[in-house]
């Protein structure tokens, strides 16, 4: 960096920004890559003196994956493969011509380094299988939600957004009573004092309890939108915030668990309606991971899964009583009769006319049903309890909150960051991160990461929900993981893929 600032104000040099930083570049061994990157940082140094990059981190090989940029550049590379992929496959990528001379390498990286690479973004990849990755992004499960829920409700609630263009200005503005203000959730952690070490947590089944007393890591739970004035979610006057912040410490031993989660939901429900006020009939839409902390259902809500099949005192495995089941027409059935007995699974299938004549065991061995998706199961009466819609539907205790407090939600298909364009603003928070000094303690850690995410601007949050945006477009137009992730790194303009871009990717990529 040093070299670059000598190169650009030496007079007899006469160097322009650039010529100067890829010079510097040149001269330390490298690429154009890394004259991109002293651009990036000087233009960051200059506005905030602390951002001082940790000079020799970035451009060496092992920690070329924790460049948010150069990870991301890979996990849309390996989504463009397909189902599966190896390690060699990351290591032939690197020693693309192409590519070396972005990254400013010479030879592609070792088979070693690429596996640890995977290992640093199994974020978005399952268990490996003999060297091999499956990517749990075209799981059949998850496609069916994407293709058959996600989509179509975002669809409809993408009319009655506030839509921008790439450079912020408003080309959809819905009616106040009809607005729909998108908000959405995560977590991330940033860790303590080896800043190299801020590896993405792993998202295969969601963020994984992380314990609040462990001494390295802090933990951020943020809400964001592309319409609140900041960003990030806070209270109209500024005073309050939806953000969390795990300090490491040792009184704060324990896991952020659901009860946090439907706390600091509870609490940005609160913030979103100060900054717009309910009478208006503005509407917020939150959306969440599809994690396991988060899809914890109420105490109280039904379930088949431990109910013995005859009547008789019985406590819920929650402790609480079961709320009532419905019948097909909407009226209530107590699960309970007058004198507090349970009535067990013959005689609520009994009020439903749905008890055969020749009887139904309690459940097939270990609840593994030859055909566990039929309407009406004859293998067992656990089975057929359990398909049935009031059942079925039981929603999470994290929607049963929003919508009790006349909002909308919705999760995420499970392993499609891609979608959430919060996960662009973690980057983009951590680079900033990684700029600034070591924080001497705890206190200066905390305060480096509230400065390292409030320094994402909201053009750049604007920017990030249309390429989200543009991905789920994508998926909608019947392109797979693979061919979004071509369609994107080709087309960057809109929220909507042209339908020319879509069919030529059709055609193209497999
Ligand atoms: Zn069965």
């Not at 933990?219 to 912040?245: H, Y």
């Not at 896991?255 to 609160?270: G, K, P, Q």
């Not at 909150?401 to 928070?429: D, Q, V």
């Not at 680079?431 to 601007?457: F, T, W």
Request: glycine share 6%; charged share 30%.
């Amino acid at each position: 960096m040093l070299a670059f600032l000598r190169f650009y104000t030496a007079e007899e040099l006469q160097l322009t920004w650039t010529a100067a930083s890829d010079l510097a570049a040149k001269g330390a061994g490298r690429g154009p890559w890394l004259g991109r990157r002293l651009r990036v940082w000087m233009v960051s140094f200059l506005d905030d003196e602390s951002r001082l990059p940790r000079l020799g981190c970035f451009w060496i090989r092992e920690a070329m994956v924790e460049n948010e940029e150069i990870a991301q550049e890979i996990q849309l590379h390996l989504q463009g493969l397909g189902r599966w992929f190896k390690a060699a496959d990351v290591v032939a990528y690197s020693g693309r011509e192409d590519v070396m001379v972005r990254w400013g390498t010479t030879k592609a990286i070792a088979e070693s380094t690429a596996r640890r690479w995977l290992k640093d973004l199994d974020f978005r990849y399952g268990t490996p299988v003999k060297g091999q990755y499956i990517d749990g992004h075209e799981r059949d499960d998850v496609v069916k939600y994407r293709q058959e829920v996600f989509i179509p409700k975002w669809e409809e609630y993408q009319k009655r957004m506030i839509l921008r263009d790439n450079d912020g200005n408003v080309v959809q503005r819905p009616p106040p009573d009809q607005l729909v203000i998108l908000q959405t959730h995560d977590e991330t952690t940033f860790y303590a004092n080896d800043q190299r070490k801020s590896r993405w947590i792993n998202k295969s089944e969601g963020p994984t309890p992380v314990r609040k007393g462990e001494g390295t890591s802090i933990m951020v739970s943020d809400f964001c939108s592309p319409d609140n004035p900041n960003g990030w979610l806070c209270s109209k006057d500024g005073t309050q915030e939806a953000r969390i912040v795990f300090k490491a410490g040792k009184n704060r031993d324990g896991y952020f668990d659901n009860d946090d989660i439907i706390a600091t939901t509870e609490n940005a429900i609160d913030l979103f309606e100060t900054n717009f006020p309910q009478n208006t009939g503005t509407k917020a839409l939150f959306l969440f991971d599809n994690a396991k902390t988060h899809q914890a259902r109420a105490a109280d809500a039904l379930s088949a899964r431990k109910m013995p099949k005859g009547t008789k005192y019985w406590n819920s495995p929650s402790g609480v009583p079961m709320r009532d089941a419905r019948f097909a027409d909407g009226r209530p059935q107590p699960l309970y009769f007058s004198d507090g007995q349970f009535k067990g699974m013959e005689v609520l299938l009994c009020e439903r006319n749905l008890w055969p004549a020749q009887g139904l065991r309690a459940e097939c061995k270990k609840f593994q049903c030859p055909s566990p998706d039929a309407v009406l199961p004859t293998c067992c009466a656990r089975r057929r309890l359990f398909n049935q819609t009031d059942f079925k539907n039981q929603k999470s205790r994290l929607q049963e909150l929003i919508e009790s407090r006349g909002h909308y939600f919705l999760f995420y298909p499970k392993f499609h960051c891609e979608t959430n364009f919060i996960e662009m603003c973690w980057g983009r928070a951590k680079y900033a991160y990684r700029m600034y000094n070591i924080p001497r303690d705890e206190k200066e850690q905390e305060k480096n990461i509230r400065k390292a995410l409030d320094s994402v601007s909201i053009l750049s949050m604007q920017r990030f929900a249309n390429r989200s945006a543009r991905f789920i477009d994508a998926y909608k137009q019947g392109l797979s993981g693979s061919q979004a992730a071509w369609a994107n790194k080709k087309y960057h303009s809109h929220r909507t893929l042209p339908p020319d871009i879509v069919a030529e990717i059709k055609r193209s990529v497999e």
